[in-house]
């Protein structure tokens, strides 16, 4: 961001923006750094699950925002992490720190493996595709029951604060997924502003252009679909981590569902489109209940309905609206 | 450089190239010309191996170019524009000609990922590669705008700065000057002749613009249903009787 400033490209009002920008982030991160010392555990543990969802969105982003294609299985991918993670805790007796590359990278091999129709299908090809993956998913956990354990899940110890941080478990688990979503935000925004995250959005925009820009389709699709993946599996490792416990029915088609919805809502390709859907994702279900017991759902589809009446661009877009009318008034006022 | 033998195209029952054969000198500028639906696009997404030919022999610097995959062509030298705009609208105008460029970089998804010192330096002189081609095209203004919502003109020449960010050896024009402004085109044509000079290019050009096509063109080559009815120098084909009925019919 610095350098950006620094050559002065973009000329003197972006700069200005960009400068509060700089302000604003450095303002977030202070407020995100603070938040588990002012708030209950409780709270804590949901804008813990909000960072846990936000790291998902990151990899379904990169997949259905920036390269066009469609994922209605990525909770399988998330599934892969917190299970993989759960049988190397429980089975293998692994240190967790371990778990979350190992579990990032069996989610990406198996990315790699599914990914394949995602080079040859469109649109709702694709859709139902990736939908199989998650409905298929469930029962294959409950078969292997000796190894998953079954119904019942495997319930596991959580990683423990060591003794200098002198935090409580809630506060340390919020700051490893803090550390992992920061860590995810930066390799995506890396990705995305490279030769290779142009190439996506060719892709995305218009394939015949894209591949006689020399841009390999095959390649680049099932690349990023391992990717999508990589990130939803290292998403699932840090469930597995701040719950505790798996079981198969945490990961039903539902979550698929959820998630994109979630993505959408966000803001479809935004930079902070993914944050704003882990934090619709992790609290709106809970709201919707509140609101109305008896039909939580209800609550939760007529939500989704009123938000893409009044911001169809997401969240995102909502919230970049605002900004710009708020800095429209700055300047007349 | 590049010789096209007895090219044949099928969809389904239809015959769109029949035995098209022609060949394209190292410097020369081609004009393909014939009415609509002569083949002529067509032609140009074998060249860029968008179609399969049925039958028929393409040899571009003494190789089968029939024979190479799509997304090799732009690494052989041969660049390309479209005849409705092939731009990518929400990338910048500048994004759009950085991937031009593509097969010009290295970054895979994990050095790109990890932004390796070396990643960082190719970005930084493809960006600056793009600029630079931007700047002669009059675009720099416009580098940051998204490559849609740009007067048509400009969408042109966007995707002209994209073909030659590749540093063509070939450039395969359809229809550059298809709904400009006269102005427009006599600016375009300017240009095209000053880049020929000065990247040493080798052009083919599909136009129905015949002040274009005659101003610009050494050679043309006109198309109907799918054969080749004439080539020559624009003067002679512009007389040849078979064009002019191809183009209103029963000669007059």
């Known amino acids: ?333 | 450089m590049l010789e096209v033998h007895e090219l044949t195209v099928r969809f389904g029952g239809i015959t769109a190239l029949d035995g098209v054969g022609f060949t394209v000198a190292r410097g020369a500028m081609v004009g393909l010309i014939g009415p609509n639906g002569a083949g002529k696009t067509t032609l140009f997404n074998c060249l860029t191996r968008r179609h399969r030919a049925d039958g028929g022999e393409v040899r571009y610097e003494d190789r089968d170019l029939l024979a190479e995959p799509p997304h090799a062509i732009a690494g052989l030298g041969i660049g390309r524009t479209f005849q409705n705009l092939g731009l990518f609208p929400r990338m910048s105008v500048r994004e759009n000609v950085m991937v031009g460029a593509h097969h010009h970089g290295r970054a895979g998804f994990l050095t790109a990922a990890l932004r390796l010192p070396r990643v960082r330096r190719e970005e930084a002189r493809l960006r600056e590669e793009a600029d630079a081609v931007l700047a002669r095209l009059d675009l720099a203004a416009v580098a940051d705008h998204p490559a849609a919502g740009l007067p048509f003109g400009t969408l042109k020449r966007v995707e002209l700065a994209r073909a030659l960010a590749g540093r063509p050896r070939l450039l395969l024009l359809d229809e550059p000057v298809n709904g400009l402004s006269h102005g427009e085109v006599d600016a375009f044509a300017d240009t095209l002749r000053a880049l020929r000079e000065e990247l040493s290019l080798t052009v083919v050009v599909v136009e129905h613009h015949m002040g274009f096509v005659m101003g610009t063109c050494d050679r043309v080559v006109c198309l109907d249903f799918g054969r080749r009815i004439a080539e020559g120098p624009p003067e002679e084909v512009q007389r040849d009787p078979a064009v002019i009925e191809a183009y209103l019919g029963t000669a007059a």
């Not at chain 1, 469109?122 to 990736?130: D, I, Q, R, S």
């Not at chain 1, 110890?157 to 060591?162: E, G, I, L, S």
């Not at chain 1, 006689?212 to 389709?217: A, E």
């Open chain 1, 1 to 333: 961001m610095a350098e950006r400033r620094g050559t002065g490209r973009r000329g003197p009002v972006p700069a200005v923006r960009a400068r509060w920008r700089g302000l604003l982030l450095t303002a977030a991160l202070l407020a995100v750094c603070a938040a588990p010392f002012q708030l209950v555990p409780f709270r804590v543990f949901q804008l813990t699950m909000v960072l846990v969802y936000t790291v998902a969105l990151i990899g379904l982003n990169l997949l259905v925002g920036h390269g066009g294609q469609i994922s209605l299985g990525h909770g399988a991918f998330f599934a892969v992490g917190a299970y993989g993670t759960a049988i190397m805790m429980f089975h293998g007796g692994w240190p967790y720190p371990v778990t979350l590359p190992a579990a990032a990278a069996v989610a990406f091999a198996i990315g790699l493996a599914l990914g394949v129709p995602a080079t040859r299908l469109h649109g709702l090809y694709l859709a139902l595709v990736t939908l199989a993956i998650a409905i298929f998913l469930v029962p294959l956990l409950k078969r292997f029951e000796s190894v998953t354990g079954g119904s019942m899940g495997l319930t596991l110890a959580k990683p423990r604060p060591p003794a200098w941080s002198g935090l409580a478990e809630d506060q340390w688990l919020y700051f490893l997924t803090l550390a992992a979503a920061l860590l995810a935000l930066a390799v995506n925004h890396s990705l995305l502003r490279s030769r290779v995250g142009r190439a996506l959005h060719a892709v995305r925009d218009n394939e015949t252009a894209a591949e006689v820009m020399g841009v390999r389709l095959a390649f680049h699709k099932r690349m990023a679909f391992a990717w999508s993946a990589m990130f939803a599996g290292a998403a699932g490792c840090l469930y597995t981590w701040v719950i505790g416990f798996v079981s198969p029915d945490s990961f039903t088609v539902n979550l698929s569902i959820t998630l994109l919805a979630g993505l959408v809502i966000g803001g479809l390709g935004a930079t902070w489109g993914p944050l704003l859907g882990g934090l619709f994702v992790m609290f709106v279900p809970s709201l919707s209940q509140d609101v109305n017991k008896a039909a939580p759902g209800v609550i939760f589809g007529l939500l989704i309905i009123v938000v893409m009446y009044v911001a169809p661009t997401g969240l995102a877009g909502l919230v970049r609206r605002a900004a710009h009318s708020f800095g429209r008034t700055l300047r007349k006022g």
